[in-house]
């Protein structure tokens, strides 16, 4: 019967976190744009996902922010429309890899944490790592991906000269704001599951 309730609970909470995905991805509150730039927060549903229901549903919500990241390449992000315009299958692969393997990856880290009784330590962890993966796998798969042409290439004549133009500031905001409202809700969130099952 506990188990029935607690399947229940992640279920309602992956279908809630996945419209806040889609609700933040298309208003002001997901993306803050600053130059070439975007300082994203829709990482933190998938951190908070992933640390209540584990890795299937970090990478189910990881998906769900790939595909609000791929729609904005038809015309609503100068970035991303550009890469589509370059490689359309190359931009889908960039769009949803990255983010499932960041949810799959957090869940895996909170449930080490979990395991040896560190939950809220986890949740601190897992959430820093969020906004941390999120920016190595996206940037990482830029460069793997389009590396090699003229749009990459303009940021800059090297890998570290393009990397210091895609990763400024906006990493750090993305970092902070994931591991401070990442691990404070899924805690919180934690302790309401738990009283309640």
């Not at 229901?53 to 970035?79: E, K, N, R, Y």
């Not at 190359?90 to 009784?117: E, N, Q, S, W």
């Not at 591991?179 to 302790?191: E, F, N, P, Q, R």
Request: overall charge positive; glycine content about 12%.
């Amino acid at each position: 019967m506990a188990k029935n309730r607690e399947n229940i609970y992640k279920l309602t909470l992956t279908a809630v976190l996945t419209a806040l995905i889609f609700v933040m991805a298309f208003t002001p509150l997901g993306y803050l744009k600053v130059g070439v730039v975007s300082i994203t927060f829709l990482m933190i549903p998938v951190v908070i996902g992933s640390i209540i229901g584990g890795p299937a549903v970090g990478a189910v919500l990881g998906l769900m922010f790939g595909a609000t990241s791929f729609i904005q390449c038809f015309g609503m992000d100068a970035f991303g429309t550009t890469l589509f315009g370059i490689n359309p299958i190359f931009t889908f692969i960039m769009c949803f890899v990255p983010r499932i393997l960041m949810g799959l990856g957090c869940g895996f880290i909170y449930k080490g944490f979990k395991a040896k009784k560190h939950s809220n330590v986890g949740a601190v962890v897992t959430s820093f790592g969020g906004g941390f993966l999120n920016t190595v796998l996206f940037v990482g798969f830029l460069l793997l991906l389009f590396y090699n042409t003229e749009f990459i290439r303009s940021f800059g004549d090297s890998v570290i000269a393009v990397i210091s133009v895609l990763v400024t500031f906006n990493a750090v905001v993305e970092w902070i704001a994931c591991t401070v409202i990442g691990s404070a809700v899924s805690i919180a969130l934690a302790k309401a599951m738990k009283s309640r099952l």
